[in-house]
Antibody
Framework: EVQLVESGGGLVQPGGSLRLSCAASGFTFEIYSMNWVRQAPGKGLEWISYISDSGSVEHYADSVKGRFTISRDNARNSVYLEMSSLRAEDTAVYYC??????????????WGQGALVTVSS | DVVMTQSPPSLPVTLGQPASISCTSSQSLVHSDGNTYLSWFQQRPGQSPRRLIYKVSNRDSGVPDRFSGSGSGTEFTLKISRVEAEDVGVYYCMQGSHWPPWTFGQGTKVEIK
């Protein structure tokens, strides 16, 4: 059974930092690119970051560029999101996900259960 | 970036009746490889998104056949042939043809009348 389990969410003050982790199981993690998608309270879905299967390519949404860093450890079947200079508008549930798109041969997609990040003083 | 626009924002439906959600992209989603990477997701209250349809009309494993996707170019539709109580939630379209970024529609909330 495919599982993505996020951890590391919580309450952080504006300007603070937080690191999210996503542990994968049930599939060959190292051959899949991975993403982080977030959802502010009562709002829609926003893609924020991508990392290639090897970790050599990263992409970021403009809203987080320069503040967030995605990384992965294929030996640990994990992907991470290092968040800094956090703002109130970063408050959201953060999902670890494999998204399907052009250039990909495997059509499957996977989503975690989400981790809530609250940025507030 | 490709902008995805859904309508309507809210869709009250009678149980057993059909429902239809539209999604329009700001540019053609036909990729140079000839495929169109348009997906539909369902998000039930309190749950993570679940993909229903990929590449316009391909149903994911376990998705009931009352869900169907159609469209081409910039115009796409998700149809539910007969709405059931478990279909309540928010539905999103997403394009993966021209990434980054992947972009989502703003969502359509399906509720029972």
């Amino acid at each position: 059974e495919v599982q993505l389990v996020e951890s590391g969410g919580g309450l952080v003050q504006p300007g603070g930092s937080l690191r999210l982790s996503c542990a994968a199981s049930g599939f060959t993690f190292e051959i899949y690119s991975m993403n982080w998608v977030r959802q502010a309270p009562g709002k829609g879905l926003e893609w924020i970051s991508y990392i290639s299967d090897s970790g050599s390519v990263e992409h970021y949404a403009d809203s987080v560029k320069g503040r967030f860093t995605i990384s992965r450890d294929n030996a640990r079947n994990s992907v991470y999101l290092e968040m800094s200079s956090l703002r109130a508008e970063d408050t959201a549930v953060y999902y670890c996900a494999r998204l399907y798109g052009s250039g990909m041969t495997d059509y499957r997609d996977f989503w975690g259960q989400g981790a809530l990040v609250t940025v507030s003083s | 970036d490709v902008v995805m626009t859904q309508s309507p924002p809210s869709l009250p439906v009678t149980l057993g009746q059909p429902a239809s959600i539209s999604c329009t992209s700001s540019q053609s989603l036909v990729h140079s490889d000839g495929n169109t990477y348009l997906s539909w997701f369902q998000q039930r209250p309190g749950q993570s998104p679940r993909r229903l349809i990929y590449k316009v009309s391909n149903r994911d494993s376990g998705v009931p056949d009352r869900f169907s996707g159609s469209g081409s170019g910039t115009e796409f539709t998700l149809k539910i042939s007969r709405v059931e109580a478990e279909d309540v939630g928010v539905y999103y379209c997403m394009q993966g043809s021209h990434w980054p970024p992947w972009t989502f529609g703003q969502g359509t909330k399906v509720e029972i009348k």
